[in-house]
Each structure stands twice: as structure tokens, then as C-alpha cells.
């Protein structure tokens, strides 16, 4: 019981509560760029639409790590975590620096991910780390369609996508290293199908 009640209140500060980042935020010493109306209002989904994906890599590792049977893996999803809740604070700030809003389907991201995250677990260490590893190429290519549409001036923004890219790709390759196993092809084609929605519902909701 004592355990449910705190994977609750993970939810809730996860969904509600201002996440905080050890790190310091990418590109914080640069001037902040002169965007007009129009391209303050795109970054803003943009970074919309990463603190909306942040939400649901915080459900898919929680569910991931609920269900995990070996206690390497557990830390290392765990701490893989650890690092997605400072890109949360990362894209909340900036987000707020925009004059823009996060996500109002928050709660509804997170349920759906901690449920795909506690079966991806529960199918087995090797599955679970595969799936941990596309799920992060997937982030990774979305991370750099997103830097290519930044403005070129916006250096606070594109600072914060190339860190996160950056761990991004080193979480993928920690579950390659751990044992992954390659999904297969139509699994791959689901997940882009899944992201693709609801990437394009965040940026307008």
C-alpha cells in the first residue's frame, strides 16, 4: 500500500507540481532573442509539445521500473528518469520565459504512458530496455526535426533541445548495452503512430 501511495503522489507532483532540474537549465547565460509575436507563439508549442513528451517518459519509466524484474535495469530506468524530470523543468521554464502553457492533457498523456510502460516491463527485462531504446531514437529524431523549425536566432531554446538530444541518445545506447532486444517492425511503425498523435494534439491543446 505504502508503495502505491507513493507512485500516486509521483503522478500527481509529476502532472501538478513545478518539476526542479540539478543541473543547471542549457543556455541560461544567452541573451534572450528578439522573436517576433508569431515566432514566440510557434517556439512555445514546440516546447509545448517536448514538456508534453517529458511527461510521458516520466510515466513510461515509472511504469517500466514498477514492473522490472532486475535491479540493474531498475536503476538505470530510474536514473534515466532522474535526467527526463530535469528536461521537464528545462522545457516548463522555457515554456514560461514564451509566455505559453503546458499541455491541458497532461493527465491524460501520463495514464495512457504509465500503462504502456508497466506492460513494456512486464513482457521481460530484454523487451523492456528495446523498447526504453526506440523509444529514445524516436525522441532523439523529433529532438532535431524540432531544432531544424527553431528560429535561428533563438539560442535559449536550441540549447535546451541539444542537451536533451544529447542525453537522448545516451539513454539509448545505456539499454542497447544492457541487452535490449530490437522490436520489431510493426511495433517501431505503432510507436511513431502513437507519437505522431500526439505530438500533433499538443501543439494546439
Not at 541560461?28 to 514566440?40: F, H, N, T, V, Y
Not at 535561428?152 to 545505456?174: G, P, Y
Request: hydrophobic share 40%; proline share 3%; charged share 30%.
Amino acid at each position: 500500500m505504502d508503495k502505491l501511495i507513493m507512485q500516486f503522489d509521483r503522478a500527481l507532483r509529476t502532472v501538478f507540481a513545478p518539476a526542479a532540474s540539478a543541473r543547471s537549465v542549457p543556455g541560461d547565460d544567452l541573451p534572450e532573442a528578439s522573436l517576433d509575436d508569431a515566432q514566440r507563439a510557434e517556439v512555445a508549442a514546440l516546447m509545448r509539445v517536448n514538456h508534453c513528451g517529458e511527461i510521458c517518459a516520466q510515466a513510461l519509466y515509472q511504469g517500466q521500473a514498477m514492473t522490472c524484474r532486475d535491479e540493474g535495469v531498475k536503476r538505470e530506468l530510474e536514473q534515466a528518469s532522474r535526467e527526463e524530470t530535469e528536461h521537464l523543468a528545462w522545457t516548463e521554464r522555457r515554456i514560461s520565459e514564451l509566455g505559453g502553457r503546458t499541455s491541458l492533457l497532461n493527465p491524460l498523456w501520463y495514464a495512457g504512458s504509465l500503462a504502456i510502460g508497466m506492460v513494456a516491463g512486464k513482457l521481460g527485462d530484454r523487451w523492456n530496455l528495446g523498447f526504453l531504446a526506440e523509444t529514445e531514437r524516436q525522441v532523439e529524431a523529433h529532438l532535431t526535426r524540432h531544432l531544424d523549425r527553431l528560429p535561428s536566432e533563438d539560442a535559449r531554446s536550441r540549447a535546451i533541445l541539444e542537451q536533451m538530444r544529447e542525453d537522448e541518445v545516451r539513454h539509448a545506447e545505456t539499454a542497447v548495452q544492457l541487452g535490449g532486444q530490437d522490436l520489431p517492425s510493426p511495433v517501431k511503425a505503432g510507436m511513431k503512430l502513437a507519437s505522431k498523435v500526439m505530438t500533433g494534439v499538443s501543439y494546439r491543446i
